[in-house]
């Protein structure tokens, strides 16, 4: 886990959700990193808690989901922020994560990021780091 003050920019419908240089870049093993984006930097007006929005990460704790929605357009459970997360991770309360492959787009310094494969994992794929990542069938178990 690490301060980032590249520009990460993510887009969706036509609308800049989010744009900071202040995020946390988190690695996990067999990942590529997440972006967690302070909610001064968000524009939380066109996020809405998603239905049934809960998971629990054995590290970080309790991440709560959220619906992007700009007008009719509605990506459900494209973000997550863990409130009180564990006190290992206590810098990413409340900032925002979010899936680039439900999003229409997102960027690390001006590089287009590739989604990580998988409906799970929310990785952003760059020039920067290298696969396998987990996600891609078979993949599972690692």
């Known amino acids: 886990m690490s301060r980032d003050d590249r520009v990460v920019v993510v887009e969706c419908a036509g609308r800049v959700v989010a744009e900071s240089r202040r995020t946390i ?3 996990e093993t067999s990942h590529p990193p997440v972006f967690y984006v302070p909610p001064q930097d968000v524009r939380t007006e066109l996020l809405l808690p998603a239905a049934g929005g809960r998971t629990w990460c054995e590290w970080k704790g309790a991440a709560r989901y959220w619906d992007v929605v700009v007008g009719d357009d509605v990506r459900v459970r494209a973000a ?3 409130s009180r997360p564990e ?3 206590a810098a990413l309360a409340d900032m925002f ?3 680039p492959s ?3 787009r997102c960027t690390v310094a001006g590089e287009v990021v590739t989604a990580q494969e998988g409906d ?3 990785g952003w794929i760059t ?3 290298r696969g396998p ?3 891609a069938p078979g993949t599972q178990l690692w």
Do not use: H
């Open 133 to 135: 990542f987990k996600g």
């Open 25 to 27: 870049r988190v690695l």
């Open 80 to 82: 997550w922020a863990y």
């Open 102 to 104: 439900r999003v229409d």
């Open 127 to 129: 020039s920067e780091v």
């Open 97 to 99: 994560a979010f899936y």
């Open 120 to 122: 799970f994992y929310g």
């Open 87 to 89: 006190p290992a991770y």
